[in-house]
T-cell receptor, first 112, second 113 residues
């Protein structure tokens, strides 16, 4: 079992719809959780971080964390073609030189 | 954008030759990381550094070595390049424990023939 698992996708949604990206992790002591977006041929960039159970909203993005279920998700409301990218989930124990473990990513395509 | 540069950005080399990739940061961040990214494998940690001359192995360190003689520079060396090391290599930095957000460099595309 991988430490961080994401739906491999690809995920396709129509423009204006809600895109839901899911991530599960195996290390119960994980403390920090991140979503990175990576456009084709580019480097990953942080879009959301979440540390406590519940929801965290930033514009059209909402991250949800449930530590009991070891589950973190990212919702993108009013999806736009510019949201088409690969989304990487990362978890961190907040120890050991701050190493994060990344999932393999979910590729999202938003169709106009 | 975080001040991270990688050099070279593209490199083609032959099997058996040594290759060194450079990561340079202007943020004075303590932690630096080298990842490789391959289709179907996401980002895999090769080596990381938690200070000058302090480095440790990641999950895919075989065939790679690193050095960090200055805060701003982190070098990745492929001791004898193999075709399996053809990949995209990303350098990342983070400020400190408790601030684990990582900022990535633009990447180096390496092709080993």
């Amino acid at each position: 079992q991988k430490e961080v698992e994401q739906n491999s996708g690809p995920l396709s949604v129509p423009e204006g719809a809600i895109a839901s990206l899911n991530c599960t992790y195996s290390d119960r002591v994980s403390q920090s959780f991140f979503w990175y977006r990576q456009y084709s041929g580019k480097s990953p960039e942080l879009i959301m971080s979440i540390y406590s159970n519940g929801d965290k909203e930033d514009g059209r993005f909402t991250a949800q964390l449930n530590k009991a279920s070891q589950y973190v998700s990212l919702l993108i409301r009013d999806s736009q073609p510019s949201d088409s990218a690969t989304y990487l989930c990362a978890v961190n124990r907040n120890t050991n030189a701050g190493k994060s473990t990344f999932g393999d990513g979910t590729t999202l395509t938003v169709k106009p | 954008d975080a001040g991270i540069t990688q050099s070279p950005r593209h490199k083609v080399t032959e099997t058996g030759t040594p290759v060194t990739l450079r990561c340079h940061q202007t943020e004075n961040h303590r932690y630096m990381y080298w990842y490789r990214q391959d289709p179907g494998h996401g980002l895999r940690l090769i080596h990381y550094s938690y200070g000058v001359k302090d480095t440790d192995k990641g999950e895919v360190s075989d065939g790679y070595s690193v050095s960090r003689s200055k805060t701003e520079d982190f070098l990745l060396t492929l001791e004898s390049a193999t075709s399996s090391q053809t990949s995209v290599y990303f350098c990342a930095i983070s400020e400190s424990l408790g601030v684990e957000t990582q900022y990535f460099g633009p990447g180096t595309r390496l092709l080993v023939l």
